[in-house]
Nanobody
Framework: QVQLVESGGGLVQAGGSLRLSCTDS????????IAWYRQLPGKQREFVAR???????NYADSVIDRFTISRDNAKKVVFLQMSSLKPEDTALYYC??????????????WGQGTQVTVSS
């Protein structure tokens, strides 16, 4: 069973940085676009950023110029570098393969996610 695993979350003060990692147990990351999503407390999961197979990136308006998505296909890992973090970035962060027709629609089941908590 394909599984994407998120890691790197933690507690950070506002203005700080964190780097999240997404790895897989199969061969998904190296051949697909990968997206990061997050679920804020009491809200629906939302799209954060996407990186295509060859490195083209897209971001939600709320994270542009603060978050950077990157990938290392050889190591089968996708990163989400988060800077200038705000309390409103506090959420459970997930990675998944986005559908080509709608980045909000993931193709695989969700993993456990990694918690990011930003204190003010």
């Amino acid at each position: 069973q394909v599984q994407l695993v998120e890691s790197g979350g933690g507690l950070v003060q506002a203005g700080g940085s964190l780097r999240l990692s997404c790895t897989d147990s199969g061969n998904i990351i190296s051949v697909n676009a990968i997206a990061w999503y997050r679920q804020l407390p009491g809200k629906q999961r939302e799209f954060v950023a996407r990186i295509g197979r060859y490195g083209d990136a897209n971001y939600a308006d709320s994270v542009i110029d603060r978050f950077t998505i990157s990938r290392d296909n050889a190591k089968k890992v996708v990163f989400l570098q988060m800077s200038s973090l705000k309390p409103e970035d506090t959420a459970l962060y997930y990675c998944n393969v986005p559908a080509s027709t709608s980045w909000n629609r993931p193709l695989y089941s969700w993993g456990q996610g990694t918690q990011v908590t930003v204190s003010s």
